[in-house]
């Protein structure tokens, strides 16, 4: 017993550690991989001459975020889906926090596990681009999506033109309040490169209400707790406030449990970017009249898609080369080495129970 | 039953050496720097396998995780904590903790943004940087041992204050164009090594800590101080000064490590280093550092680094679903906590048990048993 107790911290530091890893062991089959065996058909029209059976990695900002669950999942039709479909095997990883400095690390593990392709949406581009230049060195494909690197990627798919997001945002937002009054923007992150792009627009678009004025941009993080705090905060600082945009899924479903009460319902509106499925109770109580959003699935598969292409050798990207990407059709590669996805679909009453994501 | 339940919490801080006191041989007489060391080595050899058996499962798991870019991947993720961890070993180990450590990084990490985007030349912006962590360390310091407050609400206090700071200071603005010849320092290794700067500056750190901790007088006294500060008081000890000293070093280490993460990431922004000081504190308790003082070892500290930085490590190359990593940071802080003391709970559970058999024959129940000693 008693060479038992001066051994318990070694017996029981090892133990911990051991189980650690062996849980790691067990939760790799159980974590996003989706192998190519399963549906050996889909494979897309330019693949004839492409190398299959390729490592792709999904590296969305962080996971456990529903807006890119959506657009990586297998089961959703997202990135996983397409990559399977090109006869590739992908794998989603990530940090647990929206920062750089949680995804760095997950790229490069990435790397080191010899991936043909990366796909990744970027949480600061200063920050990623050593890493990411890096890969590229290594013959890596590095495609970006819903945000992007433009210095170290070879291509990047944009979910919705960044004019028009921010400009129909303000524009939704106008027509609820009437042209006129004070407005906040409850954002994701202070350094989030399309927040602030959107951001811009909004700013621009709002020159043409004059009687509009923007009093405020609170940061939420994406990260539910504090965007529900920075929302009160903005509502006890401006109690005239007639209008909050909030461009992020995480932020305008924070904003609208603020809003969701007799106090403000109805008397302050709310629009920005959001998933129909969790803003459904908002829009059917009356708290949100109108929200937009693109189909976050068919963004991850688009960039599955361009990835395994451009990874497998059938596509050269360069500004007027097309490819097709599966269920989606067909998209051309835009200057800036940019796809577009399309325009943002608007979601009201009158349609949000038509989707489900 | 009381006094025994008092006596095992009064000997909470002192488990092993209690332990080893019980044993036939040599006592405790060494009582100097490198005596204490003599308990936390059982520790370490702990850790030692530790570590082994990570190496070992890791590379099992993962045929990249024993590989020099690997091993540089891993050091560059784990510099800026590793530095951090060396202050705090010695705060916890004279009975305080600071919690604010990553706000100092990112208060730091906002001045040296908001200086640069202003132009200044980057020796001076060094120069205030490390007058802010100094000042940082100095009102946590003060605080708690001129004021007399627990370091634990100071330090949470500072954690937000600092932050705050760091928010006013950069607002959204991100900062990113810091010179190429700072920004290649932070994502490239020491020539000629697969050592990355930080982690370099952290083994010339834990060397001068080792010394400092463990063969100064001053380093003693920061183990007396975390036994009983009363004590430590009352034989003439500068107890104040010492731990304010010590609160300014970790302050000013923050600081270095905010610089190191600014740089590593080409990056200036308000929320830099959150959530850091969990990782930190987990690392510190994991190297054997006891959380309520007076025992730990740099070596400790160092093991324990490795081990942290190598689990991290594995658990991202073997596809370890990301979102369990918390379980793992916050099981080996409940372990390391918990495992001292489990066993201090075994000798406490078999001498009652011993105690409760010598009684059942002769003693009245209602007596207390003397204790054995």
Avoid at chain 1, 138 to 160: E, G, H, W
Avoid at chain 1, 193 to 220: H, S
Avoid at chain 2, 47 to 67: H, Q, R
């Amino acid at each position: 017993m008693r060479a038992f107790l001066r051994r318990a911290p070694l017996a029981a530091s090892t133990l911990v550690v051991a189980s650690a890893l062996a849980v790691a062991a067990c939760s790799s089959s159980g974590s996003a991989t989706s192998s190519s065996s399963s549906s050996p058909s889909g494979s897309g029209s330019g693949s004839a001459t492409a190398k299959t059976g390729l490592k792709v990695f999904v590296i969305p900002k962080n996971l456990g975020n529903p807006y890119f669950t959506t657009a990586d999942s297998k089961g959703t039709g997202g990135a996983l889906a397409a990559i399977s479909a090109a006869g590739d095997t992908g794998t989603e990883t990530s940090g647990t926090a929206a920062t750089s400095a949680s995804q760095i690390p997950a790229i490069q593990a990435a790397i080191t596990k010899g991936a043909n392709a990366l796909i990744v949406s970027a949480t600061d581009p200063t920050a990623l681009c050593p890493t990411l230049n890096g890969a590229m060195k290594r013959k890596i494909t590095v495609v970006t999506y819903d945000s992007d690197a433009p210095t170290c990627r070879s291509l990047f798919i944009n979910q919705a033109s960044t004019s028009a997001i921010g400009t129909s945002e303000v524009d939704l937002l106008a027509k609820e309040i009437g042209d006129s009054g004070e407005i906040g923007i409850v954002s994701a992150a202070a350094s989030a490169t399309n927040q602030n792009a959107w951001i811009g627009y909004m700013k621009q678009e709002l020159t043409k209400y004059p009687k509009m004025k923007l009093v405020a941009t609170v940061y939420g993080n994406d990260d539910p707790a504090t965007a529900t705090q920075v929302t009160q905060g903005l509502l006890e600082q401006y109690p005239n406030i007639k209008g909050i945009i909030s461009p992020t899924t995480v932020g305008i479903l924070a904003a609208a449990g603020v809003l969701d009460t007799a106090k403000y319902r109805g008397k302050v509106q709310l629009t920005g970017l959001g998933t129909p499925d969790s803003m459904k109770k908002y829009v059917s109580d009356g708290t949100v009249k109108a929200f937009e959003l693109w189909n976050p699935a068919n963004l991850g598969y688009l960039a599955g898609y361009a990835a395994a292409d451009i990874a497998g050798g059938s596509l050269k990207v360069a500004q007027g080369a097309t490819f097709k990407a599966g269920k989606l059709g067909t998209f051309t590669i835009g200057a800036d080495n940019t796809v577009l996805l399309g325009p943002p679909t608007v979601f009201t009453t009158a349609n949000i129970n038509n989707f489900n994501f | 039953m009381d006094s025994d339940l008092n006596a095992m919490a009064g000997n909470a801080a002192m488990t092993p050496e209690h332990i080893a006191g019980e044993e036939p041989g040599p006592g405790p007489g060494a009582s100097g720097g490198w005596g204490r060391l003599r308990p936390a080595m059982r520790w370490e050899s702990g850790l030692v396998v530790v570590v082994i058996v990570i190496a070992i499962m890791g590379s099992a798991l993962s045929p990249e995780f024993l590989t020099a870019n690997n091993f540089f991947n891993l050091g560059l993720n784990t510099g800026e904590i590793a530095i951090m961890a060396l202050p705090m070993a010695l705060i916890i180990i004279s009975g305080e903790i600071d919690l604010s450590v990553e706000s100092t990084l990112g208060m730091s990490s906002a001045v040296l943004g908001v200086l640069w985007a202003d132009h200044w030349p980057m020796l001076a912006i060094f120069a205030v940087v490390a007058v802010v962590g100094v000042l940082a360390g100095a009102v946590n310091g003060l605080l708690v041992t001129r004021v007399g407050l627990p370091s634990l609400a100071v330090t949470i206090g500072t954690l937000a204050l600092y932050r705050g700071i760091a928010l006013i200071l950069l607002g959204p603005r991100t900062v990113a164009n810091f010179p190429a010849f700072y920004t290649n320092a932070g994502t490239t290794a020491i020539p000629h090594t697969d050592l990355p700067w930080s982690i370099g500056i952290f083994i010339v750190l834990a060397v001068i800590f080792a010394i400092v901790l463990h063969a100064t007088p001053f380093g003693r006294s920061i183990y007396a101080m975390g036994d009983n500060a009363e004590a430590a008081t009352f034989a003439g000890l500068r107890v104040k000064r010492v731990k304010t000293s010590l609160f300014v070093i970790s302050g000013l280490a923050s600081a270095l490590a905010g610089v190191l993460y600014t740089f590593r990431l080409n990056t200036a922004v308000q929320d830099n280093g959150t959530g850091l000081s969990l990782d930190v504190v987990a690392i510190v308790l994991l190297a054997g550092v006891s959380i309520f003082g007076g025992k730990g070892s740099i070596g400790g500290v160092f093991l324990a680094v490795l081990a942290f930085a190598g689990l991290q490590n594995a658990l991202l190359l073997t596809n370890f679903n990301q979102e369990a990593t918390g379980l793992v940071t916050g099981g080996l802080l409940l372990i390391s906590v918990f495992v001292p003391n489990a066993a201090m709970f075994v000798r406490y559970l078999r001498q009652a048990a011993r105690r409760a058999t010598r009684r059942l024959p002769s003693e009245p129940a209602l007596s207390m048993p003397r204790r054995d000693t």
